[in-house]
């Protein structure tokens, strides 16, 4: 079992950052690749970002390339995810997740999922 929780949530104005903190526990954080999904009231949830077991490789959905940046530190067994440039659209309760795949941005695929963290972005 692995234990994710997300903190770093909360309400910001259009154009702000957040960043955005993911703690694992359990078994060895660094045998899964870790994800960053989102999901809006009355959307799918969906990826946003997603690492490898040892960060070299990452993904972004197009809607935040360029905005987004998901990092981990195997040593403090955290996973991140910093936002920029905040929109109103990015508005969503935004979950960790981990996989033992060795990258993923399919929900399906991933074994274990934190509690989830909310953030408001207001106009």
């Known amino acids: 079992q692995v234990q994710l929780v997300e903190s770093g949530g909360g309400l910001v104005q259009a154009g702000g950052s957040l960043r955005l903190s993911c703690a694992a526990s359990?078994?060895?954080?660094?045998?899964?690749?870790m994800g960053w999904f989102r999901q809006a009231p009355g959307k799918e949830r969906e990826c946003v970002a997603s690492?490898?077991?040892?960060?070299?490789?990452?993904y972004y959905a197009d809607s935040v390339k360029g905005r987004f940046t998901i990092s981990r530190d195997n040593a403090k067994n955290t996973v991140y995810l910093q936002m920029s440039t905040l929109k109103p659209e990015d508005t969503a309760v935004y979950y960790c997740?981990?996989?033992?795949?060795?990258?993923?941005?399919?929900?399906?695929?991933?074994?274990?999922w934190g509690q989830g963290t909310q953030v408001t972005v207001s106009s």
């Open positions: 997740a981990a996989t033992r795949r060795i990258i993923s941005r399919t929900a399906g695929e991933y074994d274990y």
């Open positions: 359990g078994r060895t954080f660094s045998n899964y690749a």
């Open positions: 690492i490898t077991r040892v960060g070299t490789s990452t």
